[in-house]
């Protein structure tokens, strides 16, 4: 007996009109479907999570623009393959075929020297380059190849596109269609889908294959259940990406250096690059560990730069280095409640004016309207401090860093203190 093709395959969209979402990129008078109408699309990356579509547009842009579709993945594929695809499209315009549609799935995985192999063919207009991440292009494509790429921003469906996907399917699907589908309560799937269209369809394939045989209605807690039951079943293709790398800097923050370097190991098994695992490790040096461990900071950017330069395997000691560094350190968040609580200031308060005695002036009339006058230079002060309002008057005395209570930060709240008296007297 042949095996079943997942839902989420049989329910891959036919036309622009049956795609999901995204309608701010290929929505009626969208700059996208605008392109597509006018018959002259941009190279082009998509850029955004996993399952919103990116696949299944690029095979519609194709599609409606009558092309010939090459298509290749990041991981499977390397110069030999490119260069295969390239001669081809060379092929082809000599005998006048349309110019050719290239598609490389996770763009983000090709190295500078299979990216550059790219350039020639994008530059010359033999092919129309399509590529899809789930990466920021800005670090993950060379700036040559981005410059001549527009960038569409995908996101993940909302709520309504989700339980669209769901009815669809219900309602056209050959194999679902004959079911008797007893849906009371749609928020564990959309719960667990995360946004993702396949994941979303992959677990209500999952969900309506072990009710329907038993009349069972589909609720929250039969979702939840069936899913803990089957997990291997609809995320064994790697959909867990996103899972995992929470669960390991939900390990790092809450100092545990054990669970942290195991969800490490999971993604170096999987295939994970470890230039996303060594990103997200930068970022939260800052966002975990800021003040309480400065060189938290430093030695998760010399992590990144040292795996980008070594690569597997040996990065995944450098990796371990810093994941368990990181576990062990003091934690705090108080330079990233900061800034949150300064820019929602800045959102309720407006473009405050900037104190006088603050302001630059390097003009003669900048000067005779007092501009900097009572400017006050700390380093000509006892201690290179003096005490003076840096902040817009509307909002003078306002606190919005708060020192964490970790010994370096207690130095941090004493050194403020003693500086600010009242003011600052945390």
Same mark, same amino acid.
């Given at each position: 007996?042949?095996?079943?093709?997942?839902?989420?395959?049989?329910?891959?969209?036919?036309?622009?009109?049956?795609?999901?979402?995204?309608?701010?990129?290929?929505?009626?008078?969208?700059?996208?479907?605008?392109?597509? +109408? &006018?018959?002259?699309?941009?190279?082009?990356?998509?850029?955004?999570?996993?399952?919103?579509? =990116?696949? %299944?547009?690029?095979?519609?842009?194709?599609?409606?623009? /009558?092309?010939?579709?090459?298509?290749?993945?990041?991981?499977?594929?390397?110069?030999?393959? *490119?260069?295969?695809?390239?001669?081809?499209?060379?092929?082809?315009?000599? #005998?006048?075929?349309?110019?050719?549609?290239?598609?490389?799935?996770?763009?983000?995985?090709?190295?500078?020297?299979?990216?550059?192999?790219?350039?020639?063919?994008?530059?010359?207009?033999?092919?129309?380059?399509?590529?899809?991440?789930?990466?920021?292009?800005? #670090?993950?494509?060379?700036?040559?190849?981005?410059? !001549?790429?527009?960038?569409?921003?995908?996101?993940?469906?909302?709520?309504?596109?989700?339980?669209?996907?769901?009815?669809?399917?219900?309602?056209?699907?050959?194999?679902?269609?004959?079911?008797?589908? /007893?849906? &009371?309560?749609?928020?564990?799937?959309? $719960?667990?889908?995360?946004?993702?269209? !396949? $994941?979303?369809?992959?677990? #209500?394939?999952?969900?309506?294959?072990?009710?329907?045989?038993?009349? !069972?209605?589909?609720?929250?807690?039969?979702?939840?259940?069936?899913?803990?039951?089957?997990?291997?079943?609809?995320?064994?293709?790697?959909?867990?990406?996103?899972?995992?790398?929470?669960?390991?800097?939900?390990?790092? $923050?809450?100092?545990?250096?054990?669970?942290?370097?195991?969800?490490?190991?999971?993604?170096?098994?999987?295939?994970?690059?470890?230039?996303?695992?060594?990103?997200?490790?930068?970022?939260?040096?800052?966002?975990?560990?800021?003040?309480?461990?400065?060189?938290?900071?430093?030695?998760?950017?010399?992590?990144?730069?040292?795996?980008?330069?070594?690569?597997?395997?040996?990065?995944?000691?450098?990796?371990?280095?810093?994941?368990?560094?990181?576990?062990?350190?003091? =934690? %705090?968040?108080? %330079?990233?409640?900061?800034?949150?609580?300064?820019?929602?200031?800045?959102?309720?308060?407006?473009?405050?004016?900037?104190?006088?005695?603050?302001?630059?002036?390097?003009?003669?009339?900048?000067? +005779?309207?007092?501009?900097?006058?009572?400017?006050?230079?700390?380093?000509?002060?006892?201690?290179? #401090? *003096?005490?003076?309002?840096?902040?817009?008057?509307?909002?003078?005395?306002?606190?919005?860093?708060?020192?964490?209570?970790?010994?370096?930060?207690?130095?941090?709240?004493?050194?403020?203190?003693?500086?600010?008296?009242?003011?600052?007297?945390?």
């Amino acid at each position: 007996m042949a095996t079943r093709i997942p839902l989420a395959e049989r329910l891959r969209p036919k036309t622009l009109a049956d795609y999901a979402g995204q309608r701010h990129i290929v929505g009626e008078g969208a700059v996208l479907r605008s392109a597509i +109408e &006018r018959g002259n699309i941009p190279s082009m990356i998509l850029w955004g999570p996993p399952g919103v579509g =990116k696949t %299944s547009l690029a095979y519609l842009i194709a599609k409606e623009l /009558d092309r010939p579709f090459f298509s290749l993945s990041a991981i499977k594929s390397g110069v030999k393959e *490119v260069r295969e695809v390239i001669d081809k499209a060379e092929q082809l315009k000599n #005998f006048d075929h349309s110019q050719p549609i290239l598609f490389i799935d996770e763009i983000h995985r090709f190295s500078k020297s299979q990216q550059d192999s790219l350039l020639g063919a994008v530059e010359k207009g033999l092919v129309t380059l399509i590529g899809a991440t789930t990466e920021n292009p800005s #670090f993950e494509v060379i700036s040559a190849l981005l410059s !001549r790429c527009q960038v569409y921003v995908l996101e993940n469906l909302d709520e309504q596109d989700l339980i669209s996907l769901i009815q669809k399917a219900i309602r056209e699907d050959d194999f679902l269609k004959n079911d008797k589908i /007893d849906i &009371r309560e749609y928020e564990a799937l959309i $719960r667990l889908s995360g946004g993702d269209a !396949r $994941r979303l369809l992959n677990v #209500f394939e999952l969900v309506v294959d072990a009710a329907v045989p038993y009349n !069972r209605p589909i609720t929250n807690d039969f979702v939840l259940q069936q899913v803990q039951q089957n997990m291997a079943r609809y995320d064994k293709t790697g959909e867990q990406h996103y899972d995992i790398i929470s669960a390991f800097i939900k390990s790092i $923050r809450g100092s545990d250096p054990n669970a942290a370097v195991y969800w490490l190991a999971r993604m170096i098994e999987g295939g994970e690059d470890p230039s996303f695992i060594a990103r997200r490790l930068l970022i939260l040096a800052s966002e975990d560990i800021g003040n309480a461990n400065p060189n938290a900071l430093l030695l998760a950017n010399n992590c990144f730069q040292a795996v980008n330069v070594i690569g597997w395997p040996e990065s995944r000691i450098i990796l371990s280095q810093t994941v368990t560094y990181l576990a062990s350190s003091a =934690k %705090s968040n108080a %330079s990233y409640e900061a800034i949150n609580k300064a820019q929602a200031l800045v959102r309720s308060t407006g473009d405050l004016s900037v104190p006088l005695h603050l302001r630059n002036a390097p003009t003669k009339l900048m000067k +005779e309207l007092d501009y900097g006058t009572e400017y006050k230079y700390a380093h000509a002060y006892s201690g290179n #401090f *003096v005490e003076q309002e840096f902040l817009p008057n509307e909002i003078s005395d306002t606190r919005l860093y708060d020192p964490g209570s970790n010994a370096a930060e207690e130095k941090l709240r004493q050194s403020l203190r003693e500086k600010w008296k009242e003011k600052y007297g945390y």
